[in-house]
T-cell receptor, first 115, second 111 residues
Framework: AQKVTQAQTEISVVEKEDVTLDCVYE???????LFWYKQPPSGELVFLIR??????QNEISGRYSWNFQKSTSSFNFTITASQVVDSAVYFC????????????FGKGTRLHILP | DGGITQSPKYLFRKEGQNVTLSCEQN?????MYWYRQDPGQGLRLIYY???????QKGDIAEGYSVSREKKESFPLTVTSAQKNPTAFYLC??????????FGQGTRLTVV
């Protein structure tokens, strides 16, 4: 079955610390897509990254980096040198190719960056 | 500008009433989605549509209905059968397994 687990409900770190948000997924498909979204207090979800199942290269975008490991079905997200503006709820999501394009989300991790 | 527009931003419903949440997109996306967000529950899929005049139930479709008469529009009706409708509702669209783009959401409150 299609499932996304974000075990960390809430995390607090002091500004400038690094923080990693965990995401574990379950799927029967060999072709699938993984996503991360950020939800600031305004409520609108902001797309951060998409990764397909055939591309296990890690990606870095500024202070953000993502570690995709098929062997452990994980797609973790790291923020380096965190800033107060990073405070938000972060969602990991999964879409299985060929299965109605349905996108399933995890329950999210609320991240607090303390000044 | 291209994007997704949800309206209204805030909506109040009396018990026993049906209400309709609007979602319009001008991104020419085929797929559209409705999610419900409750505190601590993340995003749960209500309905989704891959093409005009076709839609599928998500995980929590009971008490909701949708239509997809036009590619640009995917309105969601919260019926009186939905016993706990107070929540934040998010509409999204995507173009074929690409990332989904979200509207700003509608916060529905039962009064």
């Amino acid at each position: 079955a299609q499932k996304v687990t974000q075990a960390q409900t809430e995390i607090s770190v002091v500004e400038k610390e690094d923080v990693t948000l965990d995401c574990v997924y379950e799927t029967r498909d060999t072709t699938y897509y993984l996503f991360w979204y950020k939800q600031p207090p305004s409520g609108e979800l902001v797309f951060l990254i998409r990764r397909n199942s055939f591309d296990e290269q890690n990606e870095i975008s500024g202070r953000y980096s993502w570690n995709f490991q098929k062997s452990t079905s994980s797609f973790n997200f790291t923020i380096t040198a965190s800033q107060v503006v990073d405070s938000a709820v972060y969602f990991c999501a999964l879409s299985e190719a060929g299965r109605d394009d349905k996108i399933i989300f995890g329950k999210g991790t609320r991240l607090h960056i303390l000044p | 500008d291209g994007g997704i527009t949800q309206s209204p931003k805030y909506l109040f419903r009396k018990e026993g009433q049906n209400v309709t949440l609007s979602c319009e997109q001008n991104l020419n996306h085929d797929a559209m989605y409705w999610y419900r967000q409750d505190p601590g529950q993340g995003l749960r899929l209500i309905y989704y549509s891959q093409i005009v005049n076709d839609f599928q139930k998500g995980d929590i479709a009971e008490g909701y209905s949708v239509s997809r008469e036009k590619k640009e529009s995917f309105p969601l009706t919260v019926t009186s059968a939905q016993k706990n409708p107070t929540a934040f509702y998010l509409c999204a669209s995507s173009g074929g397994l690409l990332e989904a783009f979200f509207g700003q959401g509608t916060r529905l409150t039962v009064v």
